[in-house]
């Protein structure tokens, strides 16, 4: 399995189990993740030259997974 189809992948994870039952709010965990500081977070994958080798599961991407890998338990 490639990065691309973890991306699409966990996508599809978080459709199926973050939706909210108000559509106005939209998805719990992109609530979530709007407050994280992507900037800063970008900023240090630049720094660190985190994403030197990527082709398509950036940093970014795999943060995402690892904090809904632990808020899903």
Known sequence: ???EDFAHLFEDLI???CK???PELG????QLVDFLPR?????LVKKYDGNKYVKS???WNHLL????GQLSN
């Open 15 to 17: 459709f199926l189990f």
């Open 57 to 59: 599961f950036t940093c």
């Open 39 to 43: 900037k800063n977070f970008e900023w």
């Open 1 to 3: 399995m490639g990065g």
């Open 20 to 22: 909210t039952s108000y």
């Open 27 to 30: 998805y719990v965990f992109t």
């Open 65 to 68: 997974v690892l904090l809904y």
